[in-house]
């Protein structure tokens, strides 16, 4: 195994590498906001991905909308 799908080659440490990069990127950027299964690099039985949805959208993005 080790194929390393949508993030490359070298498996889950390469892929986790390249997610550290595009979080870095991020926070150089406003109105980014990572959230979910990808955007984390972690797994989550689907009622904890609903959960995060919401909050990351109570917290994070009506936020940034009520600020335009």
Known sequence: GGGGG???RGGAGAGKAVCAQYR???????NVVFGGRLGT??????H???DQALTAY?????PMLKKD
């Open 6 to 8: 949508a993030w490359g």
């Open 24 to 30: 870095r990127r991020a926070a150089e950027g406003p």
């Open 41 to 46: 690099y972690a797994y989550y039985d689907m």
């Open 48 to 50: 904890n991905v609903i």
């Open 58 to 62: 109570e917290e994070q993005i009506e």
